[in-house]
């Protein structure tokens, strides 16, 4: 089972997904959390921002999520996301797979600002910011979108929410 998190930076995706991986991981002990900040962090200086190096992160991810799930690893990946090719594989080649959207407002999103990233990029100091100077096209079927506009200060009634998606689209999840 992979869990794909969608959104922009600033939309909460690794927050929920670090609730929904207290969640799952009972269920399946062998459950991992990637989230793409950290996978960046991991993989050294050599990932940029441009957006050839986005799209070569993310078959990155898209990779090590097969390669987890393989082995029957259960997923929780918290990542922008930006290319429906990657989204589709990612459908053909994991053996369950469940795609939540987070949908925030860019201005939420400004407001919020937690890293400088959008009033960098409006400053005109910082350059491929997604959704901003790089298009964000969002998901065209997530299986569960989840609007996060207002402030949260307790994300497990979200990450209950979309457990309770994933167990109805895939009703034989976390079963021995």
Known sequence: MVVWLIGLAGAGKTTLAKALFGLMKPANPATVLIDGDRVR????????HTLEARRNNGWRMCRLCKYLDEQE?????????????????NRQNFSRYFEIFLDVPMEVLIKRDQ?????????????DVVGLDM???????PDLVIENSAPIEDFTPLALRALAGIRARHSDWGKP
């Open 41 to 48: 962090e991991i993989m050294g200086g050599e990932v940029g």
């Open 73 to 89: 690893i259960d997923v929780v990946c918290a990542t922008l996301s930006q290319f429906h090719d990657q989204q589709d594989w």
């Open 115 to 127: 890293k400088g990233l959008y009033s960098g990029a409006l400053a005109g100091k910082i350059k």
């Open 135 to 141: 298009p964000f096209p969002p998901p065209r079927a």
